[in-house]
């Protein structure tokens, strides 16, 4: 199994520009997170997709950010216009589902930097 | 007041010692409990997993679970230089996918 992969792994990019960053989930699994990590706040869910459907948003920071999961094997995060408080490492997990085998798998991450 | 407090450390111990992790939460819907692992520029990796109250022993590592007092430890013995890493707790609620994660704690044993 290839695990969770994304790309890229590394973005460097200036302010104003967008920024989208890629997540394909390990096949069979239909949940997927989309997570950022910040040394000053830690890991911070921003959305979770069930079955390919948002279930919860709350966590995206504001309108600059969006999420797609068109099909079970892809889904994208947007950022536009970038700012450089957006810089960050962001991942990507999956998961069967709900119960004792909901293990999150996370993927090795992109590292964003926005100057 | 954040879901799920961690000591963020760092913390540095020498090989061969008893190493003690923590986390306290407020939520008390919280039953599932996590402890992953963070090698330095890796994403997290599930390392123990326990449900409600009680303890679970996995080899060197111990998780233990103290819902009355809102609060998880993760023990690891005889401490080894590729234990260094970054823990990370992590809970959720039944019914519930999403995770809440501590900020993590970095630990470095010295050989």
């Known amino acids: 199994d290839a695990g969770v992969i994304q790309s890229p792994r590394h973005e460097v990019t200036e302010m104003g520009q967008e920024v989208t960053l890629r997540c394909k989930p390990i096949?069979?699994?239909?949940?997927l997170f989309w997570y950022r990590q910040t040394m000053m706040r830690g890991l911070e869910l921003l959305i979770y997709?069930?079955?390919?459907?948002?279930?919860?948003d709350s966590g995206m920071p504001e309108d600059r950010f969006s999420a797609k999961m068109p099909n079970a094997s892809f889904s994208t995060l947007k950022i536009q216009p970038s700012e450089p408080r957006d810089s960050a490492v962001y991942f990507c997990a999956s998961s069967v589902g709900q119960g004792r085998t909901d293990t999150q798998y996370f993927g090795p991450g992109t590292r964003l930097t926005v100057l | 007041q954040k879901e799920v407090e961690q000591d963020p450390g760092p913390l540095s111990v020498p090989e061969g010692a008893i190493v003690s992790l923590n986390c306290t939460y407020s939520?008390?819907?919280?039953?599932?409990f996590m402890w992953y692992r963070q090698y330095s520029r890796k994403g997290p990796e599930l390392l123990m997993y326990?449900?409600?109250?009680g303890n679970k022993e996995d080899g060197r590592f111990t998780a233990q679970v103290d819902k009355s007092s809102k609060y998880i430890s993760l023990f690891i013995r005889d401490s080894q230089p590729s234990d260094s890493a970054t823990y990370l707790c992590?809970?959720?609620?039944?019914?519930?996918?999403?995770?809440?994660f501590g900020t993590g704690t970095r630990l470095t044993v010295i050989p």
């Open positions: 997709f069930n079955n390919n459907v948002p279930i919860d």
């Open positions: 326990t449900y409600s109250s």
């Open positions: 939520n008390s819907a919280f039953q599932y």
């Open positions: 096949s069979g699994h239909n949940s």
């Open positions: 992590a809970m959720r609620g039944t019914g519930a996918n999403n995770l809440f």
